[in-house]
């Protein structure tokens, strides 16, 4: 059975009628009638009851048409939806965040992908660190993650997004919450908090004190933002964050700037070999997301 044959069969069939269904076809009754013969023909039954006055459905055709609208349904609701993705449109992105990018930049992506392209569903994986989400990337787990460089694999493609800077996150009771800006040589004895060695943001902090002249002693090590926080709040630690991670405040928290504060890049990353239209449009949804990093500390 041919599509075409369905659909006159239906157009017959809910008009009642040849010469209707035959100016809603546009076209000529008696070739609509010879297509109809030849469905019977094919089918090997009898679908209409014809009279000089009306046309009624035999057993056969109340199914027929029953069926041949789902069918007809299906069909034009498939053809939408391919044109949809195959124009990125519509379809499932699965998108890593790094910690920092988890509070402030992923809200503002779904905002954005959902006023801008309705179709497109994120299935958003957050508080991650750059090292997972690169993993991810490569074993296919993940299609596009924003990410902190560095990032050392052959197979991704990355695009700066904005910088950031740390700040210094303080118990509330610290003796340097009374503090305006603080410089990382008065912090130098102080206990850290950090992300684990290999996060990208630990990699800047580590190396900035090392130029001051010494090492941190860090006493917890947290892979969640909320997480370190919360050991922060709880007297355990400093920690350097990124300084968009104020928005995630925790109570039992203070931050404060820091001179000549180290900044950390944040960056969007994919598969050099996907080229959906789909991952596209997203990539360009992040280009009106993107802040300039003089409103990353407001």
Same mark, same amino acid.
């Given at each position: 059975m041919e599509t075409r044959h369905l659909r006159y069969f239906v157009a017959v069939a809910e008009e009642r009628h040849f010469g209707r269904a035959a100016?809603?076809?546009?076209? &000529?009754?008696p070739?609509?009638?010879?297509? !109809?013969?030849?469905?019977?023909?094919?089918?090997g039954t009898r679908l209409?009851?014809? $009279?000089?006055?009306k046309v009624e459905l035999t057993a056969a055709g109340e199914l027929l048409l029953e069926?041949?609208?789902?069918?007809?349904? %299906?069909?034009?609701?498939?053809?939408?939806?391919? &044109?949809?993705? /195959?124009? /990125?449109?519509?379809?499932?992105?699965?998108?890593?965040f790094t910690g920092s990018a988890t509070y402030r930049l992923m809200p503002q992506i779904v905002r954005e992908a959902k006023e801008k392209v309705p179709g497109l569903l994120l299935n958003v994986q957050g508080e991650m660190l750059t090292p997972q989400l690169v993993a991810a990337l490569e074993d296919h $787990?993940?299609?596009?993650?924003?990410?902190?460089?560095?990032?050392?694999?052959?197979?991704?493609?990355?695009?700066?997004?904005k910088h950031d800077e740390l700040v210094v996150a303080l118990p509330d009771d610290s003796p340097w919450a009374e503090s305006g800006i603080l410089s990382l040589e008065q912090l130098a004895g102080e206990p850290f908090v950090s992300y684990p060695m290999d996060s990208a943001v630990t990699g800047i902090f580590l190396d900035a004190c090392r130029k001051t002249g010494f090492f941190p002693r860090i006493v917890q090590e947290a892979k969640e933002t909320s997480t370190l926080l919360s050991f922060v709040a709880a007297g355990? /630690?400093?920690?350097? !964050?990124?300084?968009?991670?104020?928005?995630?405040a925790i109570r039992g928290t203070v931050f404060r700037p820091l001179r %000549? &504060?180290?900044?950390? %890049?944040?960056?969007?990353?994919?598969? &050099?070999?996907?080229? $959906?239209?789909?991952?596209?449009?997203?990539?360009s949804l992040l280009d009106s997301v993107s802040q300039p990093a003089k409103d990353l500390n407001q």
């Open positions: 100016a809603r076809l546009h076209m &000529a009754q070739p609509l009638s010879q297509q !109809i013969k030849q469905l019977e023909e094919r089918l209409l009851s014809r $009279s000089t006055r069926r041949g609208r789902r069918i007809l349904e %299906d069909l034009d609701s498939l053809e939408s939806d391919v &044109a949809q993705v /195959g124009a /990125g449109v519509r379809g499932v992105l699965r998108v890593g $787990s993940l299609d596009v993650a924003v990410l902190r460089p560095p990032v050392r694999s052959a197979g991704l493609e990355l695009k700066f997004l355990a /630690g400093m920690a350097l !964050i990124p300084a968009t991670t104020r928005t995630f %000549d &504060a180290p900044v950390v %890049d944040l960056a969007v990353a994919w598969r &050099a070999d996907d080229r $959906s239209p789909l991952l596209a449009n997203f990539i």
